[in-house]
């Protein structure tokens, strides 16, 4: 029996550099593990017991899938963070439940076809003058594109990228380029680091001391209280951006995130403590 398989990708079948550092701290606490590409069909994942993601970064080039595959994991092995919470995060459609919810989103419209109603229904909701596009499964900026808010390009870009489960249209916010967005950390709900995030398109985060970001108050204790209303998570990342003078979540990424663990290595051996108490917990 294996301790833990990391859940990675083609393109990255020993995951990617950043999580070597991981592998360290799981072989100094003697946790036994693997890296396993999550849809090569030679895996058997009840041979783990721990199944933990990291690098699934091709999920959303088949949504189907990638969610036929969270779904057969069932009893086999127990994953990281849970198979429930993967496939609700996993559609964007949580960004709009949670602003419903109360919590301080970036505004968000869900088109499901690009019929000529449903383009005027979502550009309604959004009213901005500069819109965001993206798919509604989406990882990696793959589909990411700003636009003015006219129907025939929205219409254009659904026929590319929205066959599956349609796009997303959020209003284009300033502060991308100017404050910037900042991802704060958190490993088993604790908050450990933060960076600032490069604007759209201009390469990776740096994982510098001088783009380290201290959280204010204020998003600090956005964020926990937005953890605080899901079930306990063993790593998350709360991408917010300030919007109206308040921060707004625009993203939460709780299924395979760059948790920057060269910026911070500690926080590498906090996640390994967290699969040596999934194991201890029977799983």
């Known amino acids: ?17 950043d999580d070597q550092l991981l592998l360290a701290s799981l072989e100094r606490r003697g946790i036994r593990h693997r890296v396993a590409i999550w849809d090569d ?10 199944t933990l993601l990291r690098a699934a970064w091709d999920s959303h080039l088949n949504p189907p899938g990638f969610r036929a595959w969270l779904a057969g994991l069932g009893s086999q092995t127990h994953l990281l963070n849970t198979t429930s919470l993967v496939q609700w995060n996993f559609d964007k459609q949580y960004l709009v439940e949670l602003r419903e919810k109360g919590q301080n989103v970036v505004p968000t419209a869900i088109l499901t ?8 229904q979502a550009l309604q909701q959004i009213a901005a003058v500069e819109i965001v596009v993206k798919p509604r499964f989406g990882a990696d900026a793959h589909g990411v594109t700003r636009l003015p808010p006219e129907p025939e390009a929205i219409a254009a870009h659904f026929e590319r990228f ?10 284009f916010i300033p502060g991308v380029e100017l404050e910037r967005e900042r991802s704060l950390v958190f490993i088993g709900g604790q908050f450990s680091h933060a960076l600032y995030r490069n604007p759209f398109g201009s390469g990776p985060t740096r ?45 939460l990424e709780i299924i395979d995130p760059s948790l920057f663990f060269a910026a911070r290595p500690s926080a590498a051996d906090a996640l390994a403590a967290e699969v040596q108490t999934a194991l201890e917990s029977g799983g």
Do not use: K
């Open 162 to 171: 929205g066959a599956n489960g349609g796009l997303l249209i959020q209003p």
């Open 113 to 120: 076809c690009a019929s000529e109603v449903a383009i005027a």
């Open 1 to 17: 029996m294996i301790d833990v398989t990391l859940v990675t990708c083609r393109a990255h079948p020993g995951l990617p550099e």
């Open 41 to 50: 069909p030679q895996v058997d994942w009840s041979e783990s017991s721990v």
């Open 207 to 251: 994982q510098t001391p001088d783009n380290v970001h201290a959280p204010t108050t204020e998003e600090l204790s956005y964020c926990r209280e937005l953890l605080g209303s899901l079930p306990r998570l063993a790593y998350a990342r709360v991408d917010l951006i300030p919007f109206e003078a308040r921060p707004a979540l625009m993203e």
